[in-house]
């Protein structure tokens, strides 16, 4: 499985320096689920597609969507398992910012 190890809370290494996270813990609770055994490999979000398409590894579990055209043509994908409406906030009294 591709991932980065640096995003918290999704994939990241605790005070340990144990690989875990969201993602981590959905992509175990699924080879469980599956019977097989998983090894994480970390690697950088610039080159982990390329790794999953190269043969690397088998799955990545880094929060990606397939937002591209080649992307969809490429890879096929799980259904949803975390929903992300990300905002940035502000003080209701902030005037600065719009």
Known sequence: V???????PFP???KEGKLTGYDVEVA?????????????HETS???MLTGLKSGRF?????QVSLTTKK??????????YSY????????KDESRIK
């Open 2 to 8: 591709g991932t980065a190890g640096i995003y918290p």
């Open 12 to 14: 990241y290494h605790n």
């Open 28 to 40: 175990r609770e699924l080879a469980k689920e599956l019977g097989v055994k998983i090894k994480f």
């Open 45 to 47: 979000w610039d080159i």
């Open 58 to 62: 088998d799955m990545v579990a880094n």
């Open 71 to 80: 992307r969809q043509a490429t890879f096929d994908k799980s259904l949803p």
């Open 84 to 91: 992300s409406g990300t905002i940035m906030l502000v003080r």
